[in-house]
C-alpha cells in the first residue's frame, strides 16, 4: 500500500519526487568537533568532510503558506566509494524528546530539523538533527535567497531517545548544484554506509517501501 501510494503520487506530480518536489541542492562543508563516545567513528572524531545540502518543501506549497520543510544531507567521510551518510530531516514540533517526533509546517528555512527515527549505533539509539546556528544568517521561506558565501549555516546534534541534544558538528552551505543535477539526487539512509549508524525499525520499513 506504501508503495503504490507513492508512486501514484509521483506520477501525478509528472514523474518527480512524491514529497518535497520543491527544492534546491547546495554544496556544503560538515565539520565534526570530535570528542563523543557515540560509538560512531564519524561523529566521534574531529573533521572536516565534503557534502551536499538539498533544501525543501514537503508538500511543494507556495512560499506564503507554511509546510513541513525537509533537509536531505549527503556527507562523505572519506572512507572511499559509496562510504557516505544520507540524513533526512523535517521541521518539528520542537526540540524536547516527545515534541522532535512530531513533523510541524514551518515558513523559515531557519528551523529546527530532525531525524524523526532513530539509528542503531552501539552506544545506543541515536536521533540526528540540525539546529539553528545563531552566529549564521536567518533564512526566510524563499529557496532563492538562501545566502551561498558561507552565512547559512546549521548546528548537527545528536541526542538518545530521551536526552538533549548534543551539538557535535556545523554544516555551513555554499555555492547551488544546478537544477539538472538537483533533480537527479536521490537521497536515501537506507543506503549509506557509515560505520556504526544503521538506519532501522518500524518507520525505516516504511520508507524503504516509499523510497522505492
Known amino acids: 500500500m ?9 506520477a501525478v506530480r509528472g514523474g518527480r519526487r512524491a514529497v518535497h518536489p520543491i527544492g534546491r541542492t547546495f554544496h556544503a562543508t560538515a565539520r565534526t568537533r570530535g570528542g563523543e563516545s557515540s560509538g560512531v567513528p564519524f561523529l566521534d572524531r574531529a573533521g572536516e568532510y565534503p557534502a551536499l545540502v538539498r533544501l525543501s518543501r514537503g508538500a511543494g506549497l507556495p512560499t506564503f503558506l507554511p509546510d513541513v520543510l525537509g533537509a536531505a544531507v549527503r556527507i562523505h567521510d572519506g572512507g572511499g566509494p559509496g562510504r557516505h551518510l544520507d540524513l533526512l530531516v523535517s521541521t518539528a514540533l520542537g526540540r524536547s524528546p516527545l515534541l522532535r517526533h512530531l513533523p510541524a509546517p514551518r515558513r523559515r528555512l ?21 539546529l539553528p546556528d545563531r552566529r549564521g544568517a536567518r533564512i526566510g521561506a524563499d529557496l532563492a535567497a538562501v545566502p551561498t558565501d558561507g552565512r547559512a549555516r546549521f548546528l548537527v546534534a545528536v541526542a538518545g531517545r530521551w536526552g538533549r541534544w548534543r551539538v557535535v ?5 555554499r555555492s547551488p548544484v544546478t537544477a539538472e543535477i538537483d533533480e537527479r539526487l536521490a537521497f536515501d539512509p537506507l543506503a549509506s554506509g557509515v560505520a556504526g549508524l544503521h538506519a532501522d525499525g518500524l518507520l525505516w520499513r516504511a520508507r524503504r517501501l516509499a523510497y522505492r
Open 2 to 10: 506504501v508503495e503504490h501510494a507513492f508512486r501514484a503520487l509521483a
Open 110 to 130: 531557519t528551523s529546527v530539523y530532525t531525524s524523526m527515527a532513530g539509528y542503531r549505533t552501539p552506544r545506543g539509539r541515536r536521533y540526528l538533527a540540525l
Open 169 to 173: 558538528g556545523q554544516l555551513v552551505l
